[in-house]
T-cell receptor, first 111, second 113 residues
Framework: TQLLEQSPQFLSIQEGENLTVYCNSS?????LQWYRQEPGEGPVLLVT?????EVKKLKRLTFQFGDARKDSSLHITAAQPGDTGLYLC???????????FGAGTQVVVTP | DTGVSQNPRHKITKRGQNVTFRCDPI?????LYWYRQTLGQGPEFLTY????????KSRLLSDRFSAERPKGSFSTLEIQRTEQGDSAMYLC???????????FGPGTRLTVT
């Protein structure tokens, strides 16, 4: 089973600041997904990255996939209170779509 | 609303009781997944279905747990003789065969007292 390590565990910032969260593994990801989960709700898919070195942007969110496909980062520019949530990375572990999740980074953005 | 739905949203039960949760996937999705999430952790895979066939069960799914998807549409997850350690959020997700995107429901939060 591939172990996904996310850091930091918790991040509290002021509105307007930037933040970066990380997802690392000792083995190669076939592909990596980032989700955001709000309290009492299920995770919502933000992005899927597949190719080493890939960079994807979703409004103020920038996702990077490491060249060796063992790490990924999520950068949020000018964070807003609506960005508050648990950010999870997940790896597809087989062709049937089974996901292995990291423990997540809890992000709190205060006005 | 055409998303994944789960019922009930919350369930409080006493230790030793049986509980059953229901998941209704997105209608055209033939794959359905169950995950369990405890506080401070990411979701952990429990089991999944391709149509009505259950393809894999995690070792987390003890003999007290059973899941069904009888007609390849909705699914149920039953826990018999609940224990306090079963307290968690139970999440259901669905996807198209071959698709990378899974769509999650809002979850059922189980509290065993």
């Amino acid at each position: 089973t591939q172990l996904l390590e996310q850091s930091p565990q918790f991040l509290s910032i002021q509105e307007g600041e930037n933040l970066t969260v990380y997802c690392n593994s000792s083995s190669v990801f076939s592909s990596l997904q980032w989700y955001r989960q709000e309290p009492g709700e299920g995770p919502v898919l933000l992005v899927t990255v597949v190719t080493g070195g890939e960079v994807k942007k979703l409004k103020r969110l920038t996702f990077q996939f490491g060249d060796a496909r063992k790490d990924s980062s999520l950068h949020i520019t000018a964070a807003q209170p609506g960005d508050t949530g648990l950010y999870l990375c997940a790896s597809l572990t087989d062709s049937w779509g089974k996901l292995q999740f990291g423990a997540g980074t809890q992000v709190v953005v205060t006005p | 609303d055409t998303g994944v739905s789960q019922n009930p949203r919350h369930k409080i039960t006493k230790r030793g009781q049986n509980v059953t949760f229901r998941c209704d996937p997105i209608s055209e999705h033939n794959r359905l997944y169950w995950y369990r999430q405890t506080l401070g952790q990411g979701p952990e895979f429990l089991t999944y279905f391709q149509n009505e066939a259950q393809l894999e069960k995690s070792r987390l799914l003890s003999d007290r747990f059973s899941a069904e998807r009888p007609k390849g549409s909705f699914s149920t997850l039953e826990i018999q003789r609940t224990e306090q350690g079963d307290s968690a959020m139970y999440l259901c997700a669905s996807s198209l065969a071959g698709g990378r995107e899974q769509y999650f429901g809002p979850g059922t939060r189980l509290t065993v007292t």
